[in-house]
């Protein structure tokens, strides 16, 4: 079936999820799923391959994977969904933020986890209450409200282009959303589903270390983009 979809997965180091979540693509509805190796250590590339999946690879950094994703996406697909391969976003809920942008109702669409329905432990208070924070600033200092800043989204790809993203380690899901609003998009939240992941640790809460860095990264981008 032809399709002008990308699913594009950011991984590092997730080889206990990474072969699940690719088999559980909605492969008859999309062009391709991407999996951009993150500079992986434990065959994660090798496992998404056999699954299924077209995999690149990126320096190291979340938006530089996302970045990565992005620009190795078929030329044929002007939509590109966003997610994690930790196996915690749910593709069956994939629908609620892709038709919108199919029927042209927005151009923007990402899901809210802290809306959603969240399985005990898949998040930490702290995620949670961060969530809200930076929500309140962003409407305070932009004027649209999130409430979440997930992986899981789906956007125009010429919006995305336009955006110039610049923001290459945790603060990229930010950037986008921050952007987003500045350049006057579509925007849709919509409530999502999320599990605990499936195996291995996150590389944003897995630690006091890394929870830490994401933080100052975040913040960063939050001051920075309003310039």
């Known amino acids: 079936m032809q399709s002008n979809v990308s699913i594009i997965i950011p991984a590092l180091n997730e080889a206990e999820s990474i072969g699940i979540v690719v ?3 909605p492969w008859t509805t999309i062009a391709e799923c991407i999996v951009v190796d993150n500079g992986s ?3 994660t590339a ?3 391959a056999a699954a299924g999946a077209r995999v690149v690879h990126s320096p190291r950094g979340f938006g530089a994977a996302m970045h990565a994703g992005s620009l190795a996406a078929l030329p044929t697909s002007d939509i590109l969904i966003f997610m994690d391969g930790d196996g915690a976003d749910v593709i069956a809920e994939l629908p609620k933020l892709l038709a919108p942008v199919q029927r042209d109702e927005v151009d923007f669409a990402i899901g809210s986890r802290i809306r959603g329905n969240r399985e005990a432990g898949s998040m930490l ?3 949670v209450f961060a969530g809200h924070l930076i929500g309140w600033l962003v409407k305070l200092f932009y004027g649209f409200r999130y409430t979440d800043m997930g992986a899981f989204r789906v956007i125009r790809r010429s919006a995305l282009e336009a955006m110039k993203m610049k923001e290459m380690t945790y603060g990229w899901n ?3 959303q921050i952007k987003a609003v500045q350049r006057k998009l579509r925007i849709l939240e919509v409530p999502v589903s999320y599990k605990c992941r499936i195996g291995g640790e996150s590389k944003v809460s897995g630690n006091l ?6 933080a100052v990264r975040i913040l960063g981008v939050l001051f920075r983009t309003r310039h």
């Open 23 to 25: 088999k559980s693509m």
């Open 209 to 214: 270390s890394a929870s830490a860095k994401a």
């Open 41 to 43: 250590t434990d065959g």
């Open 125 to 127: 208070a702290s995620q």
């Open 46 to 48: 090798d496992i998404a």
């Open 174 to 176: 930010l950037e986008m």
